[in-house]
């Protein structure tokens, strides 16, 4: 099989604007710079051999690239220069991923991602096939890594939509998407900065000095609109359907996914609440899986559900892993005390900062405003305190920390794949310790391991050796689960 002809001409003209951005950029740079430049004639020379170049590769590069399902791989042959001959076992397959931006869909053309579980990245992209066609192929590959035969003919099986996105959701999304910490110290720079400068700046500013305050407020207010518009955008239209035993996401408005998460492969799940979200009564459901995430570009992380009334989300989570009622054990109150060190200290090395800038240039005169900081010292240390925490029983291990954006992650204990405790130097001094309770997750729809923070040093032994057993426990079970015979 072959890509779609329309991958010539599209990749030409995706090839042209980078090349043209190239040529403008150096034909302004060097007549600024005062030499005469390249002529117009010789850049229409060049854009016109850059164009029947690219036009010879892509048609090149078409001819020689096929794949080909067969009864056990997705084979792939690519290659100009150099053929390249590559078999993706269908095992292996973690994710199929289809995206479209504008273009590509008035086009009717899509990219194809497949992921596997090795963490690598993306294993193989088809760019670009027909959109039924990609639609096709992660229907196919889907049944194909369940173990059935290949067949063109096959009907599509029917799924249960698990969630939407409704449009008041969308618009709490918006609003709870801004990160308050951000904007906190934007606060603070803007309003203690700016009226110091423009005060050097001449009189013609002084006005900027009495209107500090309202600036940052202005740009908060702004860098919050386009915060919620970017996400409004990335999310719009979010559904959640089950297939089998897969979960399917489409979502985006200029740039469409969609996606599939593979339920055999789930590692951990998350509920994520910042404190705007917390305060509305919402969270967000991360799913983490084996290997690389379905729609992860480096360090980008999806959520599973963007935003849901908290009840929801966590009646989805126990959709993909059924864990019951959870009673969080806190930290010792001494780790208070650690947490009060801890931001008095901060306050202290701010304050420092603060009067050596002045020392140094004068901009700062009020070095010791950062001292009002300690003030909230006790405050900060008991909500850092009241967010944390782990609960246990016979099948899941449960973590929760955060309070700017707690993360409450659920493991199936069949799952974790180390388990270990530690000490930090600070932590040995009040007989404290954390737990880390690690997966095979590389990264997922969501980050981070499930984490018991500053539990008291006993505790900590007591359940790294009780995850350590019930793991074994758990994976025997499943073992002998899978040598029964099926009837």
């Known amino acids: 099989m072959k890509l779609d002809t329309r991958t010539i001409p599209y990749r030409i003209v995706e090839n042209g ?18 030499s005469p430049g390249p002529g117009i004639s010789l850049l229409l020379v060049l854009v016109t051999l850059g164009v029947f170049a690219s036009l010879a590769w892509e048609y090149a590069r078409y001819k020689r690239y096929s794949y080909e399902l ?5 084979d792939i042959h690519s290659g100009v220069l150099s053929r390249r001959d590559r078999e993706i076992p269908y095992e292996r397959i973690q ?8 273009l590509q869909r008035f086009l009717d053309i899509a990219e194809v991602r497949l992921e596997t579980a090795g963490g690598s990245g993306t294993e193989a992209q088809l760019r670009y096939v027909r959109r039924s066609e990609a639609s096709r192929l992660q229907e196919e590959l889907s049944r194909l890594k369940g173990g059935e035969t290949p067949d063109a003919t096959a009907a599509e099986p029917a799924g249960e939509r698990l969630f939407r996105l409704s449009d008041r959701e969308h618009l709490i999304l918006g609003v709870v998407s801004a990160d308050l910490r951000v904007f906190g110290v934007l606060t603070v720079l803007v309003s203690v900065f700016a009226p110091r400068f423009a005060e050097q700046l001449g009189p013609e500013f002084e006005l900027v000095s009495l209107l500090g305050p309202a600036i940052a407020l202005s740009a908060i207010l702004l860098l919050w609109v386009a915060s919620a518009v970017l996400q409004i955008f990335r999310y719009y239209g ?11 996401y489409e ?18 799940v998350t509920l994520r609440e910042n404190v705007l979200a917390r305060a509305l009564g919402y969270a967000s459901l991360v799913i983490q899986t084996a290997g690389y995430a379905p729609g ?5 992380v999806e959520s599973a559900v963007p935003i849901a009334e908290r009840d929801r989300a966590l009646a989805l989570a126990r959709d993909v892993e059924p864990f019951g009622d959870v009673e969080f054990t806190r930290p010792p109150k001494r780790a208070r005390i650690r947490y009060a060190v801890r931001y008095a200290l901060v306050v202290a090395v701010l304050t420092v900062l603060a009067w050596g800038v002045d020392a140094a240039t004068g901009v700062f005169p009020r070095w010791y405003l950062p001292l009002a900081g300690l003030v909230a010292v006790p405050l900060a240390a008991h909500l850092t305190w009241k967010h944390r925490g782990y609960y246990a029983d016979e099948a899941y291990v449960v973590t929760r920390r955060g309070f700017w954006r707690r993360n409450t992650v659920v493991v199936p204990y ?13 932590q040995r ?17 969501g980050g981070g391991d499930a984490v018991a923070v500053d539990i008291d040093a006993d505790a900590a032994e007591t359940l790294r050796e009780a995850v350590a057993d019930r793991l074994q426990r758990a994976l025997r079970q499943r073992a002998s689960e899978r040598r029964q015979p099926v009837d």
Request: no cysteine; net charge positive.
């Open 238 to 248: 979010f559904t959640l359907t089950r297939r089998g035993d897969e979960l399917r």
């Open 70 to 74: 067969t009864t056990d791989t997705f």
């Open 251 to 268: 979502r985006g408005l200029l740039q469409r996914y969609s996606g599939t998460v593979p339920l055999s492969k789930v590692q951990t």
């Open 296 to 300: 992860q570009d480096g360090s980008r």
């Open 95 to 102: 994710n199929v991923d289809i995206s479209q931006n504008i």
């Open 414 to 426: 069949h799952r974790v794949q180390t388990v270990f405790s530690s000490q930090t130097v600070f």
């Open 17 to 34: 604007v980078r090349l043209g951005g190239i040529v403008l950029f150096s034909f302004i740079t060097t007549s600024a710079g005062g």
């Open 429 to 445: 001094r009040r007989a404290l310790g954390s737990v880390t309770v690690d997966t095979a997750s590389g990264g997922g729809l």
